[in-house]
Nanobody
């Protein structure tokens, strides 16, 4: 079983920065892709950014040039540095892991519990 634990959310003024972290716990051999999604009130959960174990990165158009995703494969962690934040970035941010391999187990998809990011104008 894998657990994803997020940290780093909070309240920030527009134009400010926040750094989110997500650590995978459990006995893990590999994780194919890790990333971040977000969900605003009344909206669907949308992709923010993903990064594969090989370093291939994908960003939503709305965050390109402002957000930076990175990961440490040895620690099973993924980070999201968010700069030039806007009120529209306000949402619950969820950590995601795809293709998690452990001893005798394969987990197609896992989610963290979510962390609130609020950007005030």
């Amino acid at each position: 079983q894998v657990q994803l634990v997020e940290s780093g959310g909070g309240l920030v003024q527009a134009g400010g920065s926040l750094r989110l972290s997500c650590a995978a716990s459990g006995i893990i051999f590999s994780i194919n892709s890790m990333g971040w999604y977000r969900q605003a009130p009344g909206a669907q959960r949308d992709l923010v950014a993903t990064i594969t174990s090989g370093g291939t990165i994908n960003y939503a158009d709305s965050v390109k040039g402002r957000f930076t995703i990175s990961r440490d494969n040895t620690k099973g962690t993924v980070y999201l540095l968010m700069d030039s934040l806007k009120p529209d970035d306000t949402a619950v941010y969820y950590c995601n892991a795809e293709g998690v391999r452990g001893p005798g187990a394969y987990i197609p998809r896992a989610w963290g519990q979510g962390t609130q990011v609020t950007v005030s104008s």
